[in-house]
């Protein structure tokens, strides 16, 4: 099966509406595109370290003629406008707080089925990492590999921070930032096909996906990432939702210098 015709319309009208935009404000550069699997639905697995990544993310795989759906939360779906464009597009809500994430699962599945991409953020918000390495996450995308068979693909994207700091309040459009987009070979969860969906497997099979990850990021930045993923109920810090230290702001740092700071 396909995307139906009603979501490829409504892919092309928000695309004609935001890829101007973004073709404007950023430069970009996307690497490793052939390693997107062709003919079949997968999950897209990206760091998460500013609210415009979805876009940036987005924007990349409808260029490779991949539908991308994004389990998004549930709140943003009564929000007027924007609701209606996330449901015309066959987004899928979460509530976290309830037993339906596995009702999303479901209809994640199916988006697959009918060939499209789905876009997880492992980290299930934006990271609490200081420095904007993938912090510790939920084992939402996991769960869903293993339940569905679907190739899982990370994906790191720098830059995009840039224009749009984490939890930042305006754009920062000058001078015109590049963001770059790597994506590597599909994550091998081989060894966690025939274990039980028990809690300590999915989160191992969650620490293997933020390791590709993390390792694509490490590879845009030239960095080496912290020895110790971070853990927000380590630092007691919240695990969803807005987060922001007494005394930061929404300035970007210096370029190459230390930043500070959905899925299921």
Known sequence: ????????????VLAGLLRPVM??????KWEGTEKLP???????????????????????????GSMPHFLAKAGLFKVPVVGSALRWARQIPVERSSGTANDSLR????????????IIYP????????????????????????????????????????????????????????VRVLVG??????????RSLDKATLIEATDVILDAI?????????????AV??????????????????GSNDQPPAAGGNLPGAGA
């Open 1 to 12: 099966m396909s995307e139906s015709a009603g979501t490829r319309t409504a892919f092309g």
């Open 23 to 28: 073709n404007l404000v950023l430069a970009k």
């Open 38 to 64: 062709k003919g079949q639905g997968f999950i897209v697995c990206a760091n998460h370290c500013t609210e415009i990544d979805p876009i940036v993310v987005g924007h990349m795989l409808y260029n490779q």
């Open 107 to 118: 209809v994640a599945q199916k988006v697959m089925d009918d060939g499209g991409s789905i």
């Open 123 to 178: 980290e299930g918000t934006l990271t609490r990492d200081p420095d904007l390495w993938p912090m510790k996450g939920h084992t939402g995308a996991a769960r869903l590999a293993l339940q569905t068979g679907a190739p899982v693909v990370p994906v790191a994207h720098w830059g995009a921070q840039e224009l749009f700091p984490r939890y930042a309040k305006r754009l920062h459009l000058f001078p015109r930032k590049r």
């Open 185 to 194: 070979d599909p994550v091998d969860l081989s060894a966690f096909r025939d």
């Open 214 to 226: 993390t390792a694509l990021l490490a590879e845009l930045r030239g960095e080496t990432p912290p």
């Open 229 to 246: 993923r971070w853990d927000p109920s380590a630092h007691n810090q919240s695990k969803h939702g807005r987060y922001i230290e007494r």
